[in-house]
């Protein structure tokens, strides 16, 4: 029984230690499998498993798999710069915009990554494209946010003002982008956008002064100017515009745009601006009869046009006006020097012999008053063969009230208009043969007989007829200059009005005005001093 009995003491002891065995086994296997089960949940759940776990459902189109799973890897690393960017493609793929937005906002927060900027860009370009501008205006802004450097946000921000007809606020997001970056496409755009708006103002501004709105035309070509001033073409409308109500301001404008561009088509508007202003005034001026203002106006025309033909042709006529032709035929000589207008030559040559004409009138009239103030005594002091014979001529060509001058003119006419020139030794020879008191009746009988002779005959016949008239007269003799050079013989006759001695030539009146190297009666009661050099006097012949 007692062996019986540890018999049974021994069977369970054993029975006792396979079961601890087997208890020990068991633990060891759930030790083991916690632990692989363990391991096996730290595998899947770890950033790598999970990303490429992720890629795999992409790769098979199960987004909101590949969602869960690279949300998993953002919730274990969320840092993870890799797991935002696929969930953000996932988004914008399934055209979820503001999600993948969000995406990339979380991960910008959390890791500083300035990639996300630009696949923000491309979310902003989505909202533009659909016409949500608000949210992608928003959108830009937090690119900006993200990576203040960019110069795209600037890009596409101004080009959807564009495409709202908002020049004005493209060009200031350009400007606060060239700021903030100093990125040369964005420098490149802004001088596009400007140079567009500046053409836009140019062109309204050409509409406004087509159109007769010289007002808002001004305001339009000043705003181009501002941002153009070294455009010629703005100066030149700018000026078109204003010029009529304001004509000084369009000269000083011209003047700085001729400073600043020194183009040649300013120069030139800039000249007949000033010519116009200044032959307006001058106009004005000598309407005054301000001939000094007016004159000193021309003159600064002169200055820039030297032929100007309308300055010129003003001043002569005002001259003419005022009865100083003298004045006009300078001004007409002035003209020809810078011009060869053959009407400005046949003006002048006009006003020319107007003007000795009316020398010529004057002088008679101051001489028939001189001659017509002496007291006369007529004489005959010659044979009366000479006195009958002057006698018939003075009933033919002298009348009642005709004063000395006339009387004196119609002698010295008859004259040179019945006597001919003769050959000097023919003629002395015939003059003997004649019965005369003296050589000078001689010359006179002869010179009526035939109507021919030579100095002698023509000044003593004038001689008797001005004695007869009552007048002191002389003949006297002495030398002329000779055609041929030197001197030749000659004979004249002087009268005496007053204190002043006058020559009276028929014959030298007739040679000259024959061969047209003086006017008709230029010898007809001239002066010594009025004939320099043609009268060498050496005797009183009566």
């Excluded at 189109?61 to 960017?85: C, G, Q, R, S, T």
């Excluded at 996932?90 to 937005?101: R, V």
């Excluded at 010359?443 to 016949?461: I, N, P």
């Amino acid at each position: 029984m007692r062996q019986d009995m540890w018999k049974d003491e021994g069977e369970g002891e054993q029975m006792h230690k396979r079961v601890l065995i087997i208890a020990v086994a068991s633990l060891s296997v759930c030790i083991a499998a916690g632990v692989l089960t363990m391991r096996v949940t730290a595998q899947i759940n770890s950033p790598e498993y999970q990303m490429a776990l992720g890629l795999r459902y992409l790769d098979g189109m199960e987004y909101d798999k590949a969602l869960i799973a690279f949300h998993k890897v953002i919730k274990v690393d969320p840092k993870n710069v890799n797991a935002y960017e696929e969930i953000s493609d996932i988004h914008l793929s399934l055209e979820q915009l503001d999600e993948a937005a969000d995406s990339l906002r979380e991960g910008f927060e959390q890791t500083g990554e300035k990639a996300f900027a630009r696949k923000m860009l491309d979310i902003g370009e989505r909202y533009q494209e659909s016409g949500d501008h608000e949210r992608a205006e928003n959108i830009w802004n937090q690119t900006l946010g993200m990576d203040a450097g960019l110069a795209e946000p600037y890009l596409l921000k101004a080009q959807a003002c564009m495409d709202n007809g908002d020049i004005e606020g493209a060009i200031a997001t350009l400007q606060t982008g060239l700021t903030q970056t100093q990125d040369t496409s964005l420098q490149e755009r802004l001088q596009e956008l400007l140079q567009q708006r500046c053409d836009s103002w140019i062109a309204d501004g050409k509409k406004a002064l087509a159109a007769g709105n010289l007002t808002e035309a001004q305001a339009l070509f000043e705003q181009a100017l501002q941002e153009r001033p070294e455009n010629a073409q703005l100066y030149l409308l700018q000026a078109s515009a204003i010029e009529a109500q304001q004509p000084e301001a369009a000269v000083e404008l011209l003047k700085k745009g001729l400073a600043a561009t020194q183009d040649g088509q300013i120069q030139s508007r800039l000249q007949e601006l000033v010519v116009g202003q200044n032959l307006e005034n001058a106009r004005r001026l000598l309407m005054e009869n301000s001939m000094e203002e007016a004159i000193a106006f021309l003159e600064e025309v002169f200055q820039i046009d030297p032929d100007n033909a309308q300055a010129f042709q003003m001043l002569t006529d005002k001259y003419i006006e005022l009865g100083e032709k003298g004045q006009a035929i300078e001004v007409l000589q002035r003209w020809l020097e810078v011009s060869e207008d053959e009407q400005v030559q046949a003006q002048l040559e006009m006003l020319q012999e107007e003007e000795r004409q009316r020398i010529a009138w004057e002088k008679e009239q101051a001489k028939r008053a001189v001659f017509n103030s002496a007291a006369l005594h007529p004489s005959s002091g010659s044979s009366a063969a000479v006195n009958n014979a002057l006698q018939k001529i003075f009933q033919n060509i002298l009348t009642d009230g005709m004063d000395t001058y006339d009387k004196l003119q119609a002698c010295f006419n008859f004259i040179k208009q019945y006597m001919n020139h003769g050959r000097p030794g023919y003629l002395d020879t015939r003059v003997g043969t004649i019965n005369a008191a003296s050589a000078s009746e001689a010359w006179v009988l002869f010179g009526l007989r035939d109507f021919k002779g030579t100095c002698t005959e023509y000044s003593a016949m004038f001689y008797y007829m001005a004695k007869r008239i009552g007048v002191s007269a002389r003949l006297v003799g002495g030398t002329t200059p000779a055609a041929g050079g030197g001197n030749t013989g000659h004979y004249w006759v002087e009268v005496t009005f007053g204190n002043q001695v006058y020559v009276f030539d028929p014959y030298l009146d007739v040679n000259f005005s024959s061969r047209g190297i003086a006017a008709s009666n230029a010898f007809f009661g001239t002066t010594y001093a009025e004939m320099p050099g043609r009268f060498n006097r050496q005797k009183v012949v009566r």
